[in-house]
């Protein structure tokens, strides 16, 4: 990876998940400069945090696994981890961004042998679970983390435990004296691609998410499927480490709502028909699951994968949208409503209620830099107002992985056009 | 007309635009995505007393089952929580319009008529526009001999004792029976109520012409 100087020929790629690396190695393979900036410690986003893909079941190391060694084997394309968007000026061929850079406290000797992380006891929430679990505070963010580099946790700074780190590194690796940076990078188009957030389940009060243990959300349970995951990829109640076979998927949770998501999220109803899957595969004798749903909206063309679901004797299907949800005394969801086929009132308790959460913009439209035209749940439009600044990915609309990526192509296309004209007009 | 033309003529389905246009709030009617979260939601058990709740009256109105919707005592039932407003997530008012469409039946004379809501809504406007002031030992004695004087007495002596200990504590008086108290200006009141009484009358009799 050399370092390039970014000029207004330049692509400014924001956000590394699966629609930015996408958007930034389509433009870096035709030839053009790419700054790709990345909020956490390492690239990969929200797919990195699936346990698999729909629908065919496949886990997402692979399709990052492609994505990564293209990047390493593409000059054209400087990764900046730990770093977020502050600013941005100028316009269409013209750009300038400011860019804040947090210490990782790492550099670049580092490889990721692991004696920092068995030298600290300190242990810190671990966000790549969805704090479902703690990792220690010097850390690898994950398996198959990019760039493969230890991160401290700022909180080790200072204590005795950064001192146990620094000491432990055979390499020379770890730098406490690190500071937040801010600088200066300028570009000629700019590919939004900062992806999405799970909508806050405890906005939700009826479904108790928060008050009651044994209600999660969906992107937890990927979390919990996952062997890489908080229980070792067994699906456990967090109340009491239980195994949890009965389990109901509530689609809608926040979606379609005029008091919460004005949109449908269109991911989550495949999202509970591919993590019935989980449910089979870890608990293949006796799991069960429940979905309660408005309609089942297999988007694009799965709608043979919800007929398999639906054929699955395991699987059950309930026409209701789950009024609330109430904990019995042994700690189970208990899942209240009226089935709307036959208009029959349920009170049925589960061992884990997943809570099929919606998808909203991570940064909404109203707080990106400059002024970008967004809809009014605060996904990027496409429109001339917005210049060169173009949403690619869930920062545009509510997608799955597949059409995330087309998405991130078509807006690497729209950027290349740009900083094209702008070589034009310098030649 | 050919036969077609008749039929389609005879089963052409209009009840959700008269729903629409005649019953308040009754626009919102067509905006239910069925999901079943005012049903889940109601407080009132409606297996017992709800024949039939809130988003299945909406589909049987768009289904165009008017007789069915506007004879059925489901929609007396509604106790005015506001829950299923607060939930719905299409925001749709329900607790108004099951009132509205309550009102409708009511106005065009379909509503059942010993259902107990309604009987009592007809006895408390008769009761306190008559002296301006509700009588509550009438209204009461009106409500027990509702099906008659045998069950009206037995329902009297069942409240005997709650009788007596409203009587001890002055929240009570048996001269009540009697005329009653009324307010300063009976003949004021009754003319304003009549007179609002006319114009709401005669906007929904527009309406019901137009």
Known sequence: MTEHVATNETILVVGGGISGMTAALEAAETGKNVVLVEKNPALGGRTSQLYRYFPKLCHPVCGLEINLRRLKNNPRVRVLTLAEVTGLSGGTGNYTASIRIRPRYVNENCTACGDCERAVDMKVDDPFNYNLGQHKAAFLPNAMAYPQRYVLDPAIIGTADADRAKAACKYGAIDLDMQEETIQVKAGAVVWATGWQPYDAAKIQPYGYGRFRNVITSVEFERLADIHGPTGGRILRPSDGKEAKNIAFIQCAGSRDENHLRHCSRICCMASLKQTHYVREKYPEDGKSTIYYIDIRAIDRFEDFYQKVQADPSVTFIKSKVAKITEDEHGNAVCHGVNTEGYKRYTTPHDLVVLAVGMEPSVKGINIPGHIVADSSGFIEADPANGAVFGAGCASNALDVNRAVQSATAAALRAIQVVNKVAKAEA | ?210
């Open chain 2, 1 to 210: 007309m050919s036969a077609n033309t008749a039929l389609a003529e005879k089963y052409r389905n209009n009840f959700l635009k008269e729903i629409e246009e005649q019953v308040e709030m009754g626009d919102w009617v067509k905006m239910c995505m069925q999901c079943g979260v005012c049903s889940g939601s109601c407080p009132t058990n409606f297996q017992s007393a709800w024949e039939h709740p809130p988003q299945e009256l909406f589909m049987m109105i768009r289904a165009g089952k008017r007789e069915e919707v506007l004879t059925t005592t489901s929609m007396w039932n509604c106790t005015s929580c506001y829950n299923c407003i607060v939930r719905c997530p299409r925001k749709l008012p329900i607790t108004h319009i099951m009132h509205g469409i309550a009102e409708y039946a009511h106005r065009i004379g379909k509503a059942p008529k010993m259902q107990a809501t309604r009987f009592f809504s007809g006895l408390f406007w008769k009761n306190a526009t008559r002296t301006g002031r509700v009588n509550e030992l009438k209204l009461s004695m009106g409500l027990y001999f509702k099906d008659g004087l045998g069950a009206g007495i037995k329902e009297g002596m069942k409240m005997k004792d709650v009788a007596l200990g409203l009587m001890k504590a002055k929240r009570l008086n048996p001269f009540e029976l009697f005329g009653g108290h009324k307010c300063k200006d009976q003949k004021g009141i009754q003319a304003m109520l009549k007179k609002a009484y006319e114009i709401e009358r005669s906007r929904k009799a527009a309406k019901m012409a137009g």
